[in-house]
């Protein structure tokens, strides 16, 4: 399978714990994202990499938040003390570099996180 | 500042009906780009179509059309003899960045299509 793939699937934590996320963009896609999807709602836009740079973060991105693609490869997302608002689904998308394909992000099926 | 709105919230139909998902949107910026993306049950988002603020032409692709007129600021999306398998959300967007990252997108609430047999 050569999609972008994310773990875990799902997690369930206490509030105040830390938890990481792991996403595996496309491998000739140099750009990599993160979007917080909620209950019927749209996605909404969290942080973007080019390369192992990261070059533009959301206000949604509290100081709880932290990404990194350390190598231009994967990337995770870790959220310091958790709290109940916090319970998403959280997207990684990737995309080509290529100008004819702008905005044309490849996403994967998500984690899930439930903060109990 | 940018919003999308999607005004219906679910939309149910039977088979082989068509149907359109509205889609309005609003920016300052002269150039960005619109786009849909479908997500299906098994929730992973799918790209559909992108379209420039510099072509207004309509665009077919089989069973789907999409209406694209700047002078009402929509971006609609026709299924045309829907399928069960059209069953999905399906989310509008807008990106005004022309220069940046391109893929910080504004998207809309979403409309869940339900197309029974």
């Known amino acids: 399978d050569t999609g972008v793939s994310q773990d875990p699937r799902h997690k369930i934590t206490k509030r105040g714990q830390n938890v990481t996320f792991r996403c595996d963009p496309i491998s000739e896609h140099n750009r990599l994202y993160w979007y917080r999807q909620t209950l019927g709602q749209g996605p909404e836009f969290l942080t973007y990499f080019q390369n192992e740079a990261q070059l533009e973060k959301s206000r949604l991105l509290s100081d709880r938040f932290s990404a990194e693609r350390p190598k231009g490869s994967f990337s995770t997302l870790e959220i310091q003390r958790t709290e109940q608002g916090d319970s998403a689904m959280y997207l990684c998308?990737?995309?080509?570099?290529?100008?004819?394909?702008?905005?044309?992000?490849?996403f994967g099926e998500g984690s899930r996180l439930t903060v109990l | 500042a940018q919003k999308v709105t999607q005004a219906q919230t679910e939309i149910s139909v039977v088979e082989k009906e068509d149907v359109t998902l509205d889609c309005v949107y609003e920016t300052r910026d002269t150039t960005y780009y619109l786009f849909w993306y479908k997500q299906p049950p098994s929730g992973e988002l799918v790209f559909l179509i992108r379209?420039?603020?510099?072509?207004?032409q309509n665009e077919i692709s089989g069973r789907y059309s999409w209406n694209f007129q700047k002078s009402t600021s929509s971006f609609n999306f026709t299924i045309t003899a829907s399928q069960v398998v059209d069953s999905a959300v399906y989310f509008c967007a807008l990106s005004e960045r022309y220069g940046g990252s391109q893929g910080n997108l504004i998207f809309g609430k979403g409309t869940k299509l339900s197309v029974k047999p």
């Open positions: 998308a990737s995309s080509p570099v290529a100008a004819s394909r702008t905005g044309e992000l490849f």
């Open positions: 379209r420039n603020s510099f072509d207004e």
